[in-house]
């Protein structure tokens, strides 16, 4: 499909008063409203963040790419997030790939209704759990839907803006913008949620300090890459004000988990972590060791069905019907690329916590107690929490509350007692 293609938009900012800022923020919101009206009432042409990422100018970068630094905001637009108190900005801006080079990733931030009256306003720099690989599974485009399951169903990011805190979501390489999503790929992933968070601090009404504190959080998928955001921090972006991060059930090996989920009820989640392994590593050839029949899923996957959709049209799904000859775990190039995405090989420079549930049948329970393991014997400060006798949704809607009480202590300053042995 021809994507449409975008001016560049330019970004200006500026330093405002937050009464000034919520007052803009306000404006951009009565003006994404009009904007959902037109589309709703027929009017022609203008895409809108009700459109198809594909069909959508926004989400297809310039080229070149604007100068300046990963975290740098490339362009913004306001729109509702639908059942959201909260003023809603789809952004694009620059990140690394996990070769170092620059790319273009889109994003979301969402600012509370209600004031912040206690100095600069928290802001979440939230990894989202996995959504696809269809653009039109990216969750900025989503939240202007109305229909991202982390709302919807488990009521994390309402809560998380009950809170009083902004949020910086990213929707990680290849979502919504061109290429497949890079799954799994621990530093393109860690490396997306830092910047959207430098991002956000750059928007024009959104009254976001550069001083603001920062707390890094994400569920499954998003587990890793706040695992991988936390690691990274220290190096790649020092200047965020960062108070800890809490990840909950993402993979430690994500050979573990592929294996955990290959040819079982959730057997929809492999094809998702081998076009995203491909898609960072384009010497693996997916395409050259696929059947006829893995040609037609993978395009399946490319077309317009998100998480829920896929897991429930390819349950039991194996690679022995993807892709010829050996198994993907029998195949040494993959197995290499796979360990390369291992959480664990850094450590946090801020107070951690881990947490899961006992009865996970996505991400086992045992991928957390060794990334709790990794980082206490990097002397990381690390605590964990066992959310019951829980599988992964349940875990997800009952760890959401232990995590954020845990933040609210690390924007208190309250300090962080280690749980490391």
């Not at 170092?100 to 209600?114: E, H, R, S």
């Not at 860690?190 to 024009?204: C, E, K, N």
């Not at 996957?301 to 049209?313: E, H, I, N, W």
């Amino acid at each position: 499909m021809t994507r449409r293609t975008a001016s560049p938009l330019r970004t200006r900012v500026t330093s405002r008063a937050p009464g000034m800022a919520l007052a803009r923020g306000a404006a951009r919101a009565v003006l994404a409203i009009a904007m959902a009206l037109c589309v709703l009432a027929g009017a022609p042409a203008l895409a809108s963040p009700l459109d198809d990422p594909r069909n959508d100018a926004f989400y297809t970068p310039p080229q070149p790419l604007p100068s300046g630094p990963h975290g740098t905001l490339i362009r913004s637009r306001p729109f509702i997030p639908v059942g959201l108190l909260a003023y809603g900005w789809q952004i694009m801006y620059k990140s690394t790939d996990v070769n170092g080079l620059p790319i273009a990733i889109t994003g979301t931030v969402l600012v509370p209704f209600t004031p912040w009256l206690l100095g600069p306003r928290p802001v979440i720099a939230w990894a989202p759990g996995t959504q696809g690989q269809a653009d039109n599974c990216a969750p900025s485009h989503q939240y202007a839907l109305g229909s991202e399951y982390e709302a919807t169903i488990a009521g994390a990011t309402p809560a998380t803006l009950a809170r009083g805190w902004a949020i910086a979501m990213t929707d990680y390489q290849g979502l919504g913008t061109p290429g497949d999503h890079t799954w799994g790929i621990g530093k393109a992933e860690g490396q997306a949620v830092l910047d959207a968070a430098l991002a956000a601090q750059q928007l024009s009404g959104a009254g976001l300090s550069a001083n603001a504190p920062v707390g890094i959080m994400g569920y499954s998928q998003g587990g890793h890459a706040a695992a991988f955001a936390a690691e990274l921090q220290p190096a790649y972006a020092p200047g965020l004000n960062v108070r800890g991060v809490a990840a909950g059930a993402g993979p430690f090996s994500i050979a573990d988990v592929y294996a955990n989920v290959n040819g079982g009820p959730f057997g929809g989640v492999g094809p998702i972590a081998l076009m995203g392994l491909n898609a960072a590593y384009p010497e693996l050839g997916l395409s050259s060791i696929l059947t006829p029949y893995g040609q037609s899923v993978i395009a399946d996957f490319r077309g317009t069905k998100c998480l829920l959709d896929v897991t429930a049209s390819y349950p039991f799904l194996s690679d022995s019907v993807l892709v010829q000859g050996p198994a993907i775990l029998n195949r040494a190039d993959w197995l290499a690329r796979m360990a390369q995405n291992q959480s664990g090989n850094g450590v946090p420079a801020v107070p951690a916590l881990v947490y899961a549930g006992t009865l996970d049948e996505i991400i086992p329970f045992g991928q957390n107690q060794k990334l709790f393991a990794a980082w206490c014997a990097r002397g990381g400060n690390v605590a964990f929490r066992t959310i019951g006798a829980t599988e992964h949704a349940t875990g997800l809607l009952l760890g959401l509350p232990v995590a954020l009480d845990w933040m609210t202590q690390r924007f208190g300053s309250v300090p962080a007692v280690s749980e490391c042995p």
